[in-house]
């Protein structure tokens, strides 16, 4: 069965170190996205992708960056970690549009 | 103030009730409207996808727009212990984007 991946699921860091969350689909989905989500604050857009070496800034993007070298990953880099990205981050991905997303299970980061 | 307003709950009903879940939004652009429920410690899946005013039902779910009220509104029948989750608005933008409401925790107590 087609699924998408996260990994790692849990992760603790310490402020200022560089974290990279991966992110699989064997959908064949060209569009991937990143979201996090916080009490309060429902799913907010931080980077998202229409094809390969396509990449575009969602709302909170500043402090992340993502690449797409092939159709199946999108990595999501926190270059220098801050509690404030203290979160859990989802991976979606979906065959036309931004609306009907296939989500991952979610990687949850703790930085201190 | 959000586009898409959502009152977090929790929400707790006794099995077998009708819950009603909604959403209020700004943006009369808005033209897709869906609803995504989240178990515990899980990435949200899409339970009903409307287009327009009106109702659509599907099982036990009914997802309702009224557009020109800007609302839109989720009614679970015969509400189960497994229908225990948060539940998630989320509207299309005029940029083809999600625009998340923050969700709603609803609890089916047996």
């Known amino acids: 069965d087609a699924e998408i991946t996260q990994s790692p699921r849990h992760k603790i860091t310490e402020t200022g170190r560089q974290v990279t969350l991966a992110c699989h689909q064997t959908?064949?989905?060209?569009?991937m996205f990143w979201y996090r989500q916080d009490l309060g604050h429902g799913l907010r857009l931080i980077h998202y992708?229409?094809?390969?070496?396509?990449?575009n800034k969602g709302e909170v993007s500043d402090g992340y960056s993502v690449s797409r070298s092939n159709t199946e990953d999108l990595p999501l880099t926190l270059e220098s970690a801050a509690s404030s990205q203290t979160s859990v981050y989802f991976c979606?991905?979906?065959?036309?549009?931004?609306?009907?997303?296939?989500f991952g299970a979610g990687s949850r980061l703790t930085v201190l | 103030q959000k586009e898409v307003e959502q009152d977090p709950g929790p929400l707790s009903v006794p099995e077998g009730a009708i819950v009603s879940l909604n959403c209020t939004y700004s943006n009369s652009a808005f033209q897709y409207f869906m609803w995504y429920r989240q178990y515990s410690r899980k990435g949200p899946e899409l339970l009903m996808y409307?287009?327009s005013s009106g109702n659509k039902e599907d099982g036990r779910f009914t997802a309702q727009v009224d557009k020109s009220s800007k609302y839109i509104s989720l009614f679970i029948r015969d509400s189960q212990p497994s229908d225990s989750a948060t539940y998630l608005c989320?509207?299309?933008?005029?940029?083809?984007?999600?625009?998340w409401g923050a969700g709603t925790k609803l609890i089916i107590k047996p």
């Open positions: 959908w064949n989905h060209n569009n």
């Open positions: 989320a509207m299309v933008d005029s940029n083809y984007q999600l625009i």
């Open positions: 979606a991905s979906s065959s036309s549009g931004a609306n009907v997303l296939t």
């Open positions: 992708s229409y094809g390969v070496q396509d990449t």
């Open positions: 409307t287009y």
